[in-house]
Structures are given as structure tokens and as C-alpha cells.
């Protein structure tokens, strides 16, 4: 079992450009979500998936949208990338209301 | 909205002393969830608790849940360089969705 994995580790972006965050779990999970974390602010949800076809808005969905055609894999799109959008990225399923599995994050700059 | 309130934000000790973090909710949780970063790492889970007052122990952590379901806490005994991190309490408020929201963390520092 890989777990949670996402792609790229690492990023840097000009501002208005886009790009697709990459993330899969092959534990079967039926929860999906995305999470970014700055500095003092610990983890805010971005958006979240419950099977495949459905999606929802977390806390601070502006600026992304995400997809979930199936229960593998959960991507994250930045449409135009700002500066306000510096931040690590993760990743994590888990079955419906049980313990959350990270993926290793994304670190992303943009200038 | 729903918010976790999680103090303190920074805890710096000496090896071999005791460290709590607490967790505070202003509406009833349905389960309190914990959570442990390493410097450069991932959230990684420790435990989650679901009745009221619960307390569940593993090695020197021990976690405890509020009888009203709103608060709970992380107890170390006899920190070591190993606890270094930031633990991070997260909340259920029981949406069918299973949503986590999280508290900002308390980064532990241990002075060997």
C-alpha cells in the first residue's frame, strides 16, 4: 500500500498561472480532502469529496476547484495563481468520519 | 462558525518535563480527533475519542475528552526529543460528511 501520495513535492508559479495538484489513495477510501496550512493557522479545508462524483467546499474554496471522477484520485486546480496562494498543501482520505491519512504535501511559491 | 480553540500556540520545555495542550469547542463535538506533525512532516493520527470524559493512555500520552463534549486535552509525561513537534486537535461536529475541524496547534520544543 502506497497510502496518499501527491505530486509534485515541490512548486513555483508566476501569478495567473494555473496548475493541477496531484493526489490518490489506494485505500479504497471514500473521503477525500484537500487542506492547506500557513504558518499559525494550522490546517484549513479547501475542498472535500464523499465517493466519486461528489464534491463540496471547505472553509476556503476560492481560487480551486476540484474534480472526483474516481475514488482513487482527488486533484486540485488553481484556475489563476496568486501570491495568497503560498502554501503547503495536503492531501488525506480516510473511510467516512474515521482517521485521516495525509499524503506528504505540496510546497507551493507563487511570485 | 464552528471553531476549535487550541492553547497554547508554543510550548518549549526541558527533557523530562510534562507537557498539555488543551482543545476548547463552544458547540458539542460528536469526536475529538489528535494529530502529530514532525518538523517537515505530514499530520499524522494519534487517537481519536468519542464518549463523554474518556480518557485513553498510550506510553506517556495520555488524552482526555470533557464530559460535555467540548473540550479535551493531550497530557506527556516526561517529554523526550522524540515528542518534538506540533500537535494539532481536530473536531467532528458530526456532519454526515465526517469534515475535521482543526485547532492551529501547539508546537512543542524539547531542550535536551
Known amino acids: 500500500n502506497a497510502g496518499v501520495t501527491q505530486t509534485p513535492k515541490f512548486q513555483v508559479l508566476k501569478t495567473g498561472q494555473s496548475m493541477t495538484l496531484q493526489c490518490a489513495q489506494d485505500?479504497?477510501?471514500?473521503?477525500m480532502s484537500w487542506y492547506r496550512q500557513d504558518p499559525g493557522m494550522g490546517l484549513r479545508l479547501i475542498h472535500y469529496?464523499?465517493?466519486?462524483?461528489?464534491?463540496d467546499q471547505g472553509e476556503v474554496p476560492n481560487g480551486y476547484n476540484v474534480s472526483r471522477s474516481t475514488t482513487e484520485d482527488f486533484p486540485l486546480r488553481l484556475l489563476s495563481a496568486a501570491p495568497s496562494q503560498t502554501s503547503v498543501y495536503f492531501c488525506?482520505?480516510?473511510?467516512?468520519?474515521?482517521?485521516?491519512?495525509f499524503g506528504p504535501g505540496t510546497r507551493l511559491t507563487v511570485l | 462558525g464552528q471553531q476549535v480553540m487550541q492553547i497554547p500556540q508554543y510550548q518549549h520545555v526541558q527533557e523530562g518535563e510534562d507537557f498539555t495542550t488543551y482543545c476548547n469547542s463552544s458547540?458539542?463535538?460528536?469526536?475529538i480527533q489528535w494529530y502529530k506533525q514532525r518538523p517537515g512532516g505530514h499530520p499524522v493520527f494519534l487517537i481519536q475519542?468519542?464518549?463523554?470524559?474518556e480518557v485513553k493512555k498510550q506510553k506517556r500520552l495520555t488524552f482526555q475528552f470533557g464530559e460535555a463534549k467540548k473540550n479535551s486535552s493531550l497530557h506527556i509525561t516526561a517529554t523526550q526529543t522524540t515528542d518534538v513537534g506540533t500537535y494539532f486537535c481536530?473536531?467532528?461536529?458530526?456532519?454526515?460528511?465526517?469534515?475535521?475541524?482543526f485547532g492551529k496547534g501547539t508546537k512543542l520544543s524539547v531542550k535536551p
Open positions: 488525506a482520505s480516510s473511510p467516512v468520519g474515521d482517521e485521516q491519512f
Open positions: 485505500m479504497n477510501h471514500e473521503y
Open positions: 469529496s464523499v465517493g466519486a462524483g461528489i464534491t
Open positions: 458547540t458539542t463535538l460528536s469526536n
Open positions: 475519542l468519542v464518549k463523554s470524559g
Open positions: 481536530a473536531g467532528d461536529y458530526g456532519g454526515s460528511q465526517g469534515n475535521l475541524i
